[in-house]
Nanobody, 118 residues
Framework: QVQLVESGGGLVQPGGSLRLSCAASGRIFSINDMAWYRQAPGKLRELVAA???????NYADFVKGRFTISRDNVKNTVYLQMNSLKPEDTAVYYC????????????WGQGTQVTVSS
């Protein structure tokens, strides 16, 4: 069984920074895409940033220039560095991974709350 465990959320003032981490564990042969999504109250879950195993990245327009996704393929971990945070970035952030183990599966973390408020 594969698990994704997130950490790094919390309360931050507008303009501040946070770094989220998501570590995948279990019987993992390889990981294809890893990504961060977020869901604010009353809204649909939306893609924030994604990273392929080859190192390509893509970002939602609303975070371009402020957030950076990176990954450590040895540690099976993906990070999201969030700078210049705004109140509208407040949401639960979820990690996603497309994992090859004994079969191919798509997994989600439990979510970590990010609150941007003064």
């Amino acid at each position: 069984q594969v698990q994704l465990v997130e950490s790094g959320g919390g309360l931050v003032q507008p303009g501040g920074s946070l770094r989220l981490s998501c570590a995948a564990s279990g019987r993992i042969f390889s990981i294809n895409d890893m990504a961060w999504y977020r869901q604010a109250p009353g809204k649909l879950r939306e893609l924030v940033a994604a990273s392929t195993s080859g190192g390509s990245t893509n970002y939602a327009d609303f975070v371009k220039g402020r957030f950076t996704i990176s990954r450590d393929n040895v540690k099976n971990t993906v990070y999201l560095q969030m700078n210049s945070l705004k109140p509208e970035d407040t949401a639960v952030y979820y990690c996603y991974a497309d994992v090859i183990s004994s079969y191919r599966g798509r997994y989600w973390g439990q979510g970590t709350q990010v609150t941007v408020s003064s």
